[in-house]
């Protein structure tokens, strides 16, 4: 058993490394360059992949190799192709990106390395859900809670540390060997079939009758593409719970997108500088989230899955409100203690890793065996597909408002959207 969380821990450690560099490096180097936070907001399109990666979820399900694993069959080659990636990055020097051949070329490196990210993570949400039991499902995602945030650590704050005395390309042929030393373990894993796992429909939330039409409509081969997406969708959409579930899916990144090109950029205007974001944000805010994702862990052994969404979104609403009240203090010129802003977004990360031990652990809940990845990266791509959207048009609307505007009337759609979350909690089963 150890060594299953190992497995996860080290996949998701290694798809953290990337994401953590899109996510929490890259707005604050933009931003240290002069970039407006419009432009910023406009590299949010770079995580296009992994709003859209539902459209290749299903062949990720359906076709494998079953003498290497199914998943693994994916995970493998994901990881060779991202080590190779992260190779070239390095060799692209950092000092020429003002330059649009330059430019161009880290766009699309990144881009590829999204897009091969986000096949990897549907392959190895695929491998989580069908070897989690139910009551290992929240030790599960709190492992993967906690790789990803080691990925982030490493990715974002890392890089930022280093960029003071380790060149452009040390540094990415480092995350290259760190990917590389995290695909060992699933190299060594040995997966069992795919075509023989058991499935035992009747547990799988109360929709047997449901699971059954939706397994015969996927067997009539004559069906129309769009009449299968429709099958598809039934599962979301038959009954009252899954129905007011996917709006909780729609709501619950609503305040991360909009705030993702807001407070990095916030901290550089603050007067922090890079290594300080780098140590003290990102590694300090990414060990925050270790604990978060144990402390989440831990308190759903003690409380039920919809009593925690809703007290874990309560906290993550209160941590928003510390970035407003830095923006007061922002607007009226007035010195913050650099200690103070460490520990408001260490909690604001806490609360957030907390937040998503919860959300996976009930996404894996509502994903059944037989199409594991397509149902997981179903409910993840909703999620991100809103937050990316907004997370590129939010930047457009805090260079209008401002900061203190703009996050003040986040902090007000966050209070608003507690409320699907409530109406789920109520019918939870």
Known sequence: MPKMYLLLFS???AQGLPVGFMTHALPVILRSQGVSLSHIGGFGLLMAPWAMKVLWAPFVDKFGHSHWGHYRSWILPTQFLTIFILIILSFLPIQSLNQPIYLLCFFIALLCMNS???TQDIATDGLAVTILKADQQHLGNMFQVIGSRLGFIVGGG???????WL???NTFLILAAIVALNTIPIWRYKESTYQNKEIDLDKEIGHKDAAIDHIRNIAQLEISIVEKFKSYLNYFFENKQMRIWFWVLCSIKITDGLTGPITKPLLVDLGLT???IGVYITMLGAVAALCGAGLAGFLLKKIKRNQALLLFAILKLISLTGFAWLAVMHEQSLQVSAMLIYLINALEDMTSAMLLVIILTLVMQYSRSIHAGTDFTFQVSIMACVSGVLYTVSGVIGDYLGYLNFLSYIVIIGVI?????????INFK
């Open 116 to 118: 091969v990210g986000a």
């Open 167 to 169: 060149d452009w390309q």
């Open 417 to 425: 959207c507690l409320i699907p979350i409530y109406r789920w909690m």
């Open 274 to 276: 890079l290594s300080q």
């Open 158 to 164: 890392a890089i930022l540390w280093a960029m003071d």
């Open 11 to 13: 996949l998701y450690w």
